[in-house]
């Protein structure tokens, strides 16, 4: 994985010299193939680990560590099938075909599974947003990234929410204080609310949502996941997609 590691930084250095206005797009377009052959390359390397070490608790390790960001994939289910009794009632175990589980249920083209949050004892749930194209992102707090993302979203917002698109955030902290400074700063026009950052959330295990913050999925009008771990510019191009349906 070093050696993986190594060779896309090496390779996203290249991408990010060669993007600039003078850079030689020919070799851009190269050195973009090859990251994302190296990217494939490493899934399958940790794969075929996760596959082959299926009887050590190693096995559901890795795969709830690089496997489960994303979309569902049958390949989970067939990691799953090589563990071992013990394995399997291992903490790792369980807790990877959990996921396995939820994000069977909740991948793109299926019907949303139940969801709910709550705001100032107003609740807001699959039902709430019914014939609306709902996008549900988690963020954190004291995250720039997050903040970027947020922005971003904001924009996409205004330019799509007569037009059908909903937006409720939920920041994942246990930082009350720092959660209402973020909440100032971004000025939401959406609803927003405040969870607990833990590894069972409800909101996080009902939509399969694992990784790094921002994360979120987007809902479509008659309530069928339609897209996972995407960028506000992506929700941007989807409600385009999405509008036309009218």
Not at 33 to 61: C, D, G, H, M, W
Not at 90 to 111: F, L, M, P
Not at 219 to 246: C, F, H, N, Q
Request: glycine share 4%; proline share 3%.
């Amino acid at each position: 994985l070093k050696d993986f590691a190594a060779k896309k930084s090496d390779l996203y250095i290249k991408i990010l010299t060669h993007s600039a206005e003078a850079g030689d797009k020919d070799s851009l377009a190269y050195y973009v193939q090859s990251y994302n052959k190296l990217s494939r390359l490493e899934t399958q390397y940790i794969t075929n680990f996760a596959l082959v070490n299926s009887s050590r608790e190693v096995s559901p390790l890795v795969a709830l560590t690089f496997l489960t960001v994303g979309s569902y994939s049958p390949i989970l289910d067939s990691i799953a099938a090589g563990f071992t009794p013990e394995v399997s009632e291992s903490a790792y175990g369980k807790e990877y075909i959990e996921i396995d589980s939820r994000a069977k249920a909740a991948q793109v083209g299926q019907k949303a599974p139940a969801w709910e949050v709550v705001k100032d004892s107003v609740v807001y749930n699959n039902d709430t947003y019914a014939g609306k194209n709902v996008f549900i992102v988690l963020w954190t707090d004291s995250s720039n990234a997050c903040y970027e993302y947020l922005f971003g979203l904001k924009k996409v917002y205004d330019k799509w929410h007569k037009k059908g698109l909903e937006v409720v955030s939920v920041c994942m902290s246990n930082d009350k204080l720092a959660y209402e400074h973020d909440v100032f700063y971004l000025n939401m026009p959406w609803v927003d609310v405040l969870m607990a950052k833990e590894k069972n959330n409800p909101i996080t295990s009902s939509l399969a949502l694992v990784g790094d913050f921002p994360i979120g999925v987007l809902i479509d009008s008659e309530g069928v996941v339609y897209a996972r771990y995407i960028t506000p510019d992506d929700v941007d191009m989807i409600m385009k997609e999405l509008s036309k349906r009218k």
